[in-house]
T-cell receptor
Framework: GAVVSQHPSRVICKSGTSVKIECRSL??????MFWYRQFPKQSLMLMAT?????????EQGVEKDKFLINHASLTLSTLTVTSAHPEDSSFYIC??????????FGPGTRLTVT | SQQGEEDPQALSIQEGENATMNCSYK?????LQWYRQNSGRGLVHLIL?????REKHSGRLRVTLDTSKKSSSLLITASRAADTASYFC????????????FGKGTLLTVNP
C-alpha cells in the first residue's frame, strides 16, 4: 500500500528556534500533500494544502509566515515551524493524496517547545 | 467548523462485543470516509462510502450512509483488544474532493 513517512517522529526545541518536519511519499507520487495539527484528545485540524511546485494554500487562522511549507517534489513536502513557542507544541501529521478521496497519512511528529 | 461530529465521544466494550459509532455532517457530500488512529500515531484509512451507496462492508467493518439524515455509522463486529483506537469520520470540504474535514472522533476501548 501507499506509505508516507515523516521525520523526525519526535523533536524537542527551545523557544525561538525553528524546526523542520519532512513528509515523504515513499512508493508513490503525491499530487497534493496536507498538513494537520492535532492537540491531545482532539481531532485533526487542517493547516494547509500543499501542491508540488506551487505555493501552499493555508486555512483560515494559520499564519503562513510562521508555518512555512515547501513542496519541493512529488514525493516531498516540508513544514517549518519558525520561531517556535510553547503554544506551538502539538502533534503534526501530514498526508498525501493522488486524487480525490483517500488520503495516506504519515505517522506524525510530536513537537515539544520548551 | 467541524463538518463531522461523532458520537459517542468514548466507548468501552468487552472483547467479542460489537461497537457502533455514529457520525453526522452538515453539508452535502459525495463521499464519507472512516479512519482509525492508534494513540500517538498517524491515521489509517478504513473505508470510503460514496453518496450513492447505503452500506459497505470490509471484513469486520460495516459502514452505512444515510444522506437524507446526513449521518453515517461504523460498526465493528466481534471486537478485539487490538481494535482499541480513535475512529474519525471525514468528509470532503471547501468545495474540494481533496480536502477533508475530520470529526471529533470516538475513542474506542476494547477490554480483553
Amino acid at each position: 500500500g501507499a506509505v508516507v513517512s515523516q521525520h523526525p517522529s519526535r523533536v524537542i526545541c527551545k523557544s525561538g528556534t525553528s524546526v523542520k518536519i519532512e513528509c515523504r511519499s515513499l512508493d508513490f507520487q503525491a499530487t497534493t500533500m496536507f498538513w494537520y495539527r492535532q492537540f491531545p484528545k482532539q481531532s485533526l485540524m487542517l493547516m494547509a494544502t500543499s501542491n508540488e511546485g506551487s505555493k501552499a494554500t493555508y486555512e483560515q487562522g494559520v499564519e503562513k509566515d510562521k508555518f512555512l511549507i515547501n513542496h519541493a517534489s512529488l514525493t516531498l513536502s516540508t513544514l517549518t515551524v519558525t520561531s517556535a513557542h510553547p503554544e506551538d507544541s502539538s502533534f503534526y501529521i501530514c498526508s498525501a493524496a493522488t486524487g480525490p478521496g483517500e488520503q495516506y497519512f504519515g505517522p506524525g511528529t510530536r513537537l515539544t517547545v520548551t | 467548523s467541524q463538518q463531522g461530529e461523532e458520537d459517542p465521544q468514548a466507548l468501552s466494550i468487552q472483547e467479542g462485543e460489537n461497537a457502533t459509532m455514529n457520525c453526522s455532517y452538515k453539508t452535502s457530500i459525495n463521499n464519507l470516509q472512516w479512519y482509525r488512529q492508534n494513540s500517538g500515531r498517524g491515521l489509517v484509512h478504513l473505508i470510503l462510502i460514496r453518496s450513492n451507496e447505503r452500506e459497505k462492508h470490509s471484513g469486520r467493518l460495516r459502514v452505512t450512509l444515510d444522506t437524507s439524515k446526513k449521518s453515517s455509522s461504523l460498526l465493528i463486529t466481534a471486537s478485539r483488544a487490538a481494535d482499541t483506537a480513535s475512529y474519525f469520520c471525514a468528509t470532503p470540504s471547501g468545495g474540494s474532493n481533496y480536502k477533508l474535514t475530520f470529526g471529533k472522533g470516538t475513542l474506542l476501548t476494547v477490554n480483553p
